[in-house]
């Protein structure tokens, strides 16, 4: 890494005319910063705060850019940007309007901003993300990977070649983002969770996958790998430390609360959320992790900071911008283990709500371009509710406030096809950052060229004599000969040569560039030098070359990976190993470890038997670790025995054991209820169950917790060992008590215990939903409710507590209701709350008489919470109803159009007061029963876990946002807390949150209750929903002070120490 000091700092010679003045933040001293530019009289730049001792100026304004998104400079310091129209479409609007583009913009007077604009592709999907190399701009612009050419020089890109094809989408930008360069020279890009699917060029599918991935190729497309992956949401942009390692941001790495990150991406790692991915990626164990979490702020560009010219001690640091609350921060990294720790600098923050930086960049100069894209983007964006195309975006530039930069920072000056080779060399260790880029990549056109044999003896001799700086260089110049397939057999032979010996270099850093650069060679000779650095006393450079000699498939190196294992200092080079040995196949070896006296080794071979193609693993081999004293060796044989479940039935007997075993049901408390599941077809582990069941009181643990695994199995025939007990259960006095019994009843084949449940509903001593829950289990009617079943339903809604009306709501709107129940409940339908009156109307879509639909409209008219309803909830009832009703309902819909027009008014009064709010007020307002927010939403230990967790709201969300967010909530759905109806096979339609879904089970967050299990065999449909669970109709249930008031209390909603400041002795030095 080179961090330079460009000479003395003089007068700002880039920047006109900047006013700057004092301001403090959260304790930092800072600059606010405007700036003079010819951007139209309506466009105003953004107030920026930044640290002491760095200015802000406009690098690009409208109407030079509009919508900017990506960016990124070519050799010669030009920047192409992928510009928006400020359009908001889907995946087939945007194939068939084609309205984005990407420009070319020249700074021609070289004062720091750009004047001249060019451009350089149109008729462009939607481009996310652009690197130049080797002439050409490469982009992702879905559902192709491009490689864009201007062969005539005239800044107009006529050669359109899709390199990678093809990868879904839908034009919420949670898709390929890139590309972006490797010390390799190979180009990597991310893709969101939509998909792939590749074909050679006789059409044969070569790939398919529905995860989340991160690709590379080399610059012709040839050599397509997929790096790693996962069930992440969204990868946005990487880049690469100076020994290879790829760092980046991800949205949604995590759910439940959301957690966007920033993460280290290890090759052939399997991250989470989605468990789906499991199926189609092999794993190395538990899915890995993020290298810092940042909460939900909806990370998107970075950039690793190689200069140092802003401060010398952020040199390797990475910049990150957070679009959500319009903020850029710095990330320091600090080696790790075999990994990296992280801590979160604050770097700049916009005073306005409409800033939202997309992309961050390092000009050769040493200053930071800044891409805010403006207010146009709303889909699947919590901060963007409503879009704002007049809201235009710009480039900022962030310099030292006294700068006039390195002198010819790209190298210009320099006469590169005379300059000898020896010189050439040399320029792999000058201070600035394009040169040393330029150098290394002329050295590789030389070394395929005639003069290779002098180029070779320049870079041994700097492989011998240069610094570590110049060392590790020339390791990234020798893999790009290698790796780019054009070298003749001598400069392979010596390029191979220089690898292994850098492999033994005194620098950690060099050995480092040398294990990860072997990663794609995959060259023979290369193979004896891996193996023996395996022992390097460095763990990251151990883990490379794991992952090297794996990629390699070198057979010989099985044995000394396994070896490694116990040493692994973390989980990331346990991947690495296990990983290694996956990919090389060769079962004989890791059979053999299977029996090693080494725990680590045991499990590590256990699972790379399993992964592994060629994998020839036993049920004798996994079944009697189910019960092995290592509590992580016992984890992964469950996992592993999970998915194979030919191999169930041989579990009998550990199943039996544990139940028998009064110990067990505490030191297995964790794995009894999965191998207890999957047998409770194997008629001595039903016996046990029941056993067990009867023995022992319903306020045991063991004995709940069984009971929930009945409840977990549908058609599940029940044991005659089990009446006694669940019949007994069902005349407990406990409420408690008969719900779980009532659960595990309802499941069994051939409802034998119908009578029993009848008694229960019909009993007067039991609450009412539980005796709605007993005669919906006793007449396994599926979406049909009986009479007593709907008269209960009905008295809950007329005579419960508020909490029993939405759950009674809920139970109907999940069911099909006769046309008769359907009139009973008609006069309930004027007095219901928001939150019951949208489920009380679901059913009514159903109705086709005129006169019902009739008086459905005439009812809701006068119906109390009307306005709370979202347009598009009463559009869905109403839209198939008979055409006589359709007019009334058209007026229906018309007021609800107004109240929208009403709350986007009300909102601009509420702004101008939201000063006068009251935290305090706002902290009882949110656990209170009036607004009912806690009971989906979580803030630190209290609340629900329905909706996404507040904890750190204030800390990415402006008022603005907040209050738009309470007042129109189906605009603000965050991604990944999308509701879905889920249509069954027996007619019900239930309506929630996904919460999980592992391929054979959905397991459904419903706005009321605890989760549901549904599996995946009784789905017929997963329908996304646009309305969000959380009802409308606040601003009409609090009092304008009220939402102020909440707005203060949510506003004070943070995480404490998550966003730090810099200590004054790191600030820039003027």
Not at 269 to 279: D, K, S, T, V, W
Not at 347 to 353: D, G, I, M
Not at 456 to 471: I, N, P, T, V
Not at 803 to 828: C, D, H, K, V, Y
């Given at each position: 890494?080179?961090?330079?000091?460009?000479?003395?700092?003089?007068?700002?010679?880039?920047?006109?005319?900047?006013?700057?003045?004092?301001?403090?933040?959260?304790?930092?001293?800072?600059?606010?910063?405007?700036?003079?530019?010819?951007?139209?009289?309506?466009?105003?730049?953004?107030?920026?705060?930044?640290?002491?001792?760095?200015?802000?100026?406009?690098?690009?304004?409208?109407?030079?850019?509009?919508?900017?998104?990506?960016?990124?400079?070519?050799?010669?310091?030009?920047?192409?940007?992928?510009?928006?129209?400020?359009?908001?479409?889907?995946?087939?609007?945007?194939?068939?309007?084609?309205?984005?583009?990407?420009?070319?913009l020249e700074d021609t007077d070289g004062d720091g901003a750009f004047e001249k604009r060019t451009v350089f592709a149109d008729r462009m999907t939607f481009p996310m993300g652009c690197v130049w190399f080797r002439g050409a701009l490469y982009v992702a612009s879905p559902p192709h990977i491009w490689r864009l050419t201007?062969?005539?020089?005239?800044?107009?890109?006529?050669?359109?070649?899709?390199?990678?094809?093809?990868?879904?989408?839908?034009?919420?930008?949670?898709?390929?983002?890139?590309?972006?360069?490797?010390?390799?020279?190979?180009?990597?890009?991310?893709?969101?969770?939509?998909?792939?699917?590749?074909?050679?060029?006789?059409?044969?599918?070569?790939?398919?996958?529905?995860?989340?991935?991160?690709?590379?190729?080399?610059?012709?497309?040839?050599?397509?790998?997929?790096?790693?992956?996962?069930?992440?949401?969204?990868?946005?942009?990487?880049?690469?430390?100076?020994?290879?390692?790829?760092?980046?941001?991800?949205?949604?790495?995590?759910?439940?609360?959301?957690?966007?990150?920033?993460?280290?991406?290890?090759?052939?790692?399997?991250?989470?959320?989605?468990?789906?991915?499991?199926?189609?990626?092999?794993?190395?164990?538990?899915?890995?992790?993020?290298?810092?979490?940042?909460?939900?702020?909806?990370?998107?560009?970075?950039?690793?900071?190689?200069?140092?010219?802003?401060?010398?001690?952020?040199?390797?640091?990475?910049?990150?911008?957070?679009?959500?609350?319009?903020?850029?921060?710095?990330?320091?990294?600090?080696?790790?283990?075999?990994?990296?720790?992280?801590?979160?600098?604050?770097?700049?923050?916009?005073?306005?709500?409409?800033?939202?930086?997309?992309?961050?960049?390092?000009?050769?100069?040493?200053?930071?371009?800044?891409?805010?894209?403006?207010?146009?983007?709303?889909?699947?964006?919590?901060?963007?509710?409503?879009?704002?195309?007049?809201?235009?975006?710009?480039?900022?530039?962030?310099?030292?406030?006294?700068?006039?930069?390195?002198?010819?920072?790209?190298?210009?000056?320099?006469?590169?096809?005379?300059?000898?080779?020896?010189?050439?060399?040399?320029?792999?260790?000058?201070?600035?950052?394009?040169?040393?880029?330029?150098?290394?990549?002329?050295?590789?056109?030389?070394?395929?060229?005639?003069?290779?044999?002098?180029?070779?003896?320049?870079?041994?001799?700097?492989?011998?004599?240069?610094?570590?700086?110049?060392?590790?260089?020339?390791?990234?110049?020798?893999?790009?000969?290698?790796?780019?397939?054009?070298?003749?057999?001598?400069?392979?032979?010596?390029?191979?040569?220089?690898?292994?010996?850098?492999?033994?270099?005194?620098?950690?850093?060099?050995?480092?560039?040398?294990?990860?650069?072997?990663?794609?060679?995959?060259?023979?000779?290369?193979?004896?030098?891996?193996?023996?650095?395996?022992?390097?006393?460095?763990?990251?450079?151990?883990?490379?070359?794991?992952?090297?000699?794996?990629?390699?498939?070198?057979?010989?190196?099985?044995?000394?990976?396994?070896?490694?294992?116990?040493?692994?200092?973390?989980?990331?080079?346990?991947?690495?190993?296990?990983?290694?040995?996956?990919?090389?196949?060769?079962?004989?070896?890791?059979?053999?470890?299977?029996?090693?006296?080494?725990?680590?080794?045991?499990?590590?071979?256990?699972?790379?038997?399993?992964?592994?193609?060629?994998?020839?693993?036993?049920?004798?081999?996994?079944?009697?670790?189910?019960?092995?004293?290592?509590?992580?060796?016992?984890?992964?044989?469950?996992?592993?025995?999970?998915?194979?479940?030919?191999?169930?039935?041989?579990?009998?007997?550990?199943?039996?054991?544990?139940?028998?075993?009064?110990?067990?049901?505490?030191?297995?408390?964790?794995?009894?209820?999965?191998?207890?599941?999957?047998?409770?077809?194997?008629?001595?582990?039903?016996?046990?169950?029941?056993?067990?069941?009867?023995?022992?009181?319903?306020?045991?643990?063991?004995?709940?917790?069984?009971?929930?695994?009945?409840?977990?199995?549908?058609?599940?025939?029940?044991?005659?060992?089990?009446?006694?007990?669940?019949?007994?259960?069902?005349?407990?006095?406990?409420?408690?008590?008969?719900?779980?019994?009532?659960?595990?009843?309802?499941?069994?084949?051939?409802?034998?215990?119908?009578?029993?449940?009848?008694?229960?509903?019909?009993?007067?001593?039991?609450?009412?939903?539980?005796?709605?829950?007993?005669?919906?289990?006793?007449?396994?009617?599926?979406?049909?409710?009986?009479?007593?079943?709907?008269?209960?339903?009905?008295?809950?809604?007329?005579?419960?507590?508020?909490?029993?009306?939405?759950?009674?709501?809920?139970?109907?709107?999940?069911?099909?209701?006769?046309?008769?129940?359907?009139?009973?409940?008609?006069?309930?339908?004027?007095?219901?709350?928001?939150?019951?009156?949208?489920?009380?109307?679901?059913?009514?879509?159903?109705?086709?008489?005129?006169?019902?639909?009739?008086?459905?409209?005439?009812?809701?008219?006068?119906?109390?919470?009307?306005?709370?309803?979202?347009?598009?909830?009463?559009?869905?009832?109403?839209?198939?109803?008979?055409?006589?009703?359709?007019?009334?309902?058209?007026?229906?819909?018309?007021?609800?159009?107004?109240?929208?027009?009403?709350?986007?008014?009300?909102?601009?009064?509420?702004?101008?007061?939201?000063?006068?709010?009251?935290?305090?007020?706002?902290?009882?307002?949110?656990?209170?029963?009036?607004?009912?927010?806690?009971?989906?939403?979580?803030?630190?230990?209290?609340?629900?876990?329905?909706?996404?967790?507040?904890?750190?709201?204030?800390?990415?969300?402006?008022?603005?946002?907040?209050?738009?967010?309470?007042?129109?909530?189906?605009?603000?759905?965050?991604?990944?807390?999308?509701?879905?109806?889920?249509?069954?096979?027996?007619?019900?339609?239930?309506?929630?949150?996904?919460?999980?879904?592992?391929?054979?089970?959905?397991?459904?967050?419903?706005?009321?209750?605890?989760?549901?299990?549904?599996?995946?065999?009784?789905?017929?449909?997963?329908?996304?929903?646009?309305?969000s669970l959380m009802p409308s109709g606040f601003d009409k249930q609090l009092t304008r002070q009220q939402l102020i008031d909440l707005v203060a209390f949510l506003r004070t909603c943070r995480r404490g120490a998550r966003a730090l400041q810099p200590p004054a002795d790191e600030l820039p030095v003027p």
């Amino acid at each position: 890494m080179k961090c330079a000091s460009f000479g003395t700092p003089g007068p700002a010679g880039r920047v006109r005319d900047v006013a700057c003045f004092s301001l403090v933040l959260i304790g930092l001293s800072v600059s606010a910063v405007t700036a003079e530019s010819s951007q139209p009289a309506k466009w105003r730049p953004a107030a920026l705060r930044v640290p002491k001792g760095l200015m802000v100026s406009v690098a690009a304004a409208p109407p030079l850019v509009r919508h900017p998104t990506f960016a990124c400079f070519d050799d010669r310091g030009r920047l192409y940007v992928c510009e928006n129209a400020g359009v908001n479409l889907s995946a087939a609007e945007l194939e068939k309007q084609l309205p984005n583009r990407i420009l070319r913009l020249e700074d021609t007077d070289g004062d720091g901003a750009f004047e001249k604009r060019t451009v350089f592709a149109d008729r462009m999907t939607f481009p996310m993300g652009c690197v130049w190399f080797r002439g050409a701009l490469y982009v992702a612009s879905p559902p192709h990977i491009w490689r864009l050419t201007d062969a005539n020089g005239d800044g107009v890109a006529e050669r359109r070649e899709k390199l990678v094809s093809r990868f879904g989408y839908t034009g919420n930008a949670a898709s390929i983002h890139g590309c972006f360069l490797g010390p390799d020279g190979r180009l990597y890009w991310t893709d969101g969770f939509h998909g792939h699917e590749f074909r050679d060029a006789q059409g044969k599918n070569v790939s398919r996958r529905s995860g989340s991935y991160l690709f590379s190729c080399r610059p012709d497309g040839g050599d397509l790998q997929i790096f790693c992956g996962g069930g992440m949401d969204n990868p946005v942009e990487v880049d690469f430390t100076s020994t290879g390692e790829m760092l980046g941001t991800v949205n949604i790495l995590y759910t439940r609360p959301r957690v966007d990150c920033f993460v280290h991406w290890l090759f052939g790692g399997a991250y989470p959320h989605r468990e789906r991915i499991l199926q189609e990626w092999k794993t190395t164990g538990e899915l890995l992790g993020p290298v810092y979490r940042f909460g939900h702020v909806a990370v998107s560009g970075t950039v690793r900071y190689r200069s140092g010219v802003l401060s010398r001690a952020w040199c390797d640091d990475f910049f990150v911008t957070f679009f959500n609350s319009g903020k850029v921060a710095r990330i320091e990294l600090e080696p790790r283990g075999s990994t990296f720790a992280a801590l979160q600098r604050e770097f700049l923050v916009a005073e306005s709500p409409d800033f939202h930086p997309t992309d961050v960049l390092e000009d050769a100069d040493g200053s930071l371009l800044i891409v805010d894209t403006g207010g146009w983007f709303y889909r699947g964006c919590p901060t963007s509710q409503f879009a704002k195309p007049d809201v235009l975006g710009g480039i900022y530039r962030i310099a030292p406030s006294a700068f006039d930069g390195p002198s010819d920072p790209r190298g210009a000056a320099i006469a590169w096809h005379r300059v000898d080779s020896h010189r050439l060399v040399e320029l792999l260790d000058d201070p600035r950052p394009a040169v040393r880029d330029r150098a290394r990549e002329e050295c590789v056109r030389r070394g395929t060229g005639k003069n290779a044999d002098e180029l070779l003896r320049a870079l041994d001799d700097g492989l011998q004599q240069g610094s570590a700086e110049l060392r590790r260089n020339v390791v990234w110049v020798v893999v790009r000969l290698l790796g780019g397939g054009q070298s003749d057999a001598a400069v392979s032979r010596r390029g191979a040569d220089f690898v292994t010996r850098a492999l033994r270099d005194p620098d950690r850093s060099v050995r480092h560039a040398a294990a990860r650069g072997a990663l794609f060679l995959r060259d023979h000779r290369l193979l004896p030098g891996l193996r023996r650095a395996l022992n390097d006393t460095d763990p990251a450079v151990r883990r490379c070359v794991a992952a090297s000699l794996g990629h390699a498939r070198d057979a010989d190196a099985v044995p000394l990976l396994l070896k490694r294992v116990p040493a692994a200092v973390d989980r990331e080079e346990e991947h690495a190993l296990i990983f290694a040995m996956i990919e090389i196949d060769q079962p004989a070896p890791v059979r053999a470890a299977l029996n090693d006296p080494d725990v680590a080794i045991r499990r590590a071979a256990l699972i790379a038997m399993d992964q592994m193609d060629h994998g020839d693993l036993a049920t004798s081999d996994v079944v009697p670790l189910l019960d092995a004293e290592d509590a992580r060796l016992r984890q992964t044989a469950l996992s592993i025995w999970l998915h194979h479940p030919k191999w169930y039935s041989a579990a009998a007997d550990v199943a039996l054991r544990w139940l028998r075993s009064p110990s067990a049901w505490r030191q297995r408390s964790n794995e009894l209820p999965t191998v207890v599941h999957a047998l409770l077809n194997e008629e001595p582990v039903a016996a046990a169950v029941g056993q067990v069941v009867a023995r022992t009181a319903p306020e045991r643990r063991i004995h709940r917790t069984l009971l929930e695994v009945i409840a977990r199995r549908s058609g599940i025939p029940m044991h005659d060992s089990w009446r006694g007990p669940l019949v007994r259960d069902l005349s407990s006095d406990t409420p408690e008590v008969v719900r779980a019994a009532i659960a595990a009843a309802a499941r069994l084949q051939g409802n034998p215990l119908r009578d029993v449940l009848r008694q229960v509903g019909e009993s007067r001593d039991m609450p009412r939903l539980v005796r709605v829950a007993a005669l919906r289990a006793a007449s396994g009617s599926g979406a049909r409710l009986d009479d007593a079943t709907f008269s209960l339903l009905r008295e809950a809604l007329q005579q419960g507590t508020p909490r029993e009306r939405r759950q009674a709501a809920a139970m109907i709107g999940s069911a099909s209701p006769t046309e008769r129940q359907l009139r009973a409940l008609l006069p309930l339908l004027r007095d219901a709350g928001p939150a019951v009156l949208r489920e009380l109307i679901r059913p009514f879509a159903r109705v086709r008489s005129p006169q019902l639909a009739a008086d459905f409209v005439e009812t809701m008219a006068g119906a109390r919470a009307l306005t709370s309803l979202e347009p598009s909830e009463l559009s869905d009832v109403v839209k198939r109803f008979p055409s006589t009703a359709l007019p009334a309902a058209n007026q229906l819909l018309e007021r609800l159009r107004q109240e929208q027009q009403r709350r986007v008014a009300l909102l601009d009064q509420l702004l101008g007061a939201l000063a006068t709010g009251d935290p305090k007020r706002g902290e009882a307002i949110f656990f209170s029963e009036k607004a009912k927010c806690s009971t989906c939403h979580r803030i630190g230990q209290r609340g629900g876990r329905i909706g996404p967790d507040l904890t750190g709201i204030g800390e990415n969300r402006s008022p603005m946002d907040l209050l738009e967010s309470i007042v129109f909530p189906s605009a603000t759905i965050v991604r990944d807390y999308e509701p879905y109806a889920v249509v069954l096979a027996d007619g019900r339609v239930l309506t929630g949150l996904i919460a999980r879904d592992d391929g054979h089970v959905v397991t459904l967050q419903p706005a009321e209750g605890p989760p549901v299990e549904l599996d995946r065999a009784n789905i017929e449909a997963i329908v996304p929903q646009t309305v969000s669970l959380m009802p409308s109709g606040f601003d009409k249930q609090l009092t304008r002070q009220q939402l102020i008031d909440l707005v203060a209390f949510l506003r004070t909603c943070r995480r404490g120490a998550r966003a730090l400041q810099p200590p004054a002795d790191e600030l820039p030095v003027p």
